[in-house]
């Protein structure tokens, strides 16, 4: 299984934009498809958006709204997810995953994830 760190979470103010990166570890990453998920208080672990591993497809949940974008990059095995338009309701700890399916939008379709970083939008 790969291992997986996430980092570019933070607090900032409604309208704002961050980017996620998850970093994975092995030589393996291009193998995989790599999705985003987030989790707040109280609720259960939910889809954000996905990517297959040649890049050429996409998903996404459909609260992103046009708002997120997936990418990657295969020759640093790192994982993208810029965020804007940002709401207090995008307040979550976010998680990146890795999938041996080819499409993936539910947890455990995941074999691997990451410890997750914390996005706080405030009002």
């Known amino acids: 299984h790969a291992q997986l760190v996430e980092s570019g979470g933070g607090l900032v103010q409604t309208g704002a934009s961050l980017r996620l990166s998850c970093v994975a570890s092995?030589?393996?990453?291009?193998?995989?498809?790599m999705g985003w998920f987030r989790q707040a208080p109280g609720k259960e672990r939910e889809f954000v958006a996905a990517i297959n591993w040649s890049d050429i497809n996409t998903y996404y949940a459909a609260f992103v709204k046009g708002r997120f974008t997936i990418s990657r990059d295969n020759t640093k095995s790192t994982l993208y997810l810029q965020m804007s338009s940002l709401e207090p309701e995008d307040t979550a700890v976010y998680y990146c995953?890795?999938?041996?399916?080819?499409?993936?939008?539910?947890?455990?379709?995941?074999?691997?994830w990451g410890q997750g970083t914390q996005v706080t939008v405030s009002s």
């Open positions: 092995g030589r393996t990453f291009w193998r995989y498809s």
């Open positions: 995953a890795a999938s041996t399916m080819v499409r993936a939008t539910r947890p455990l379709e995941y074999e691997s």
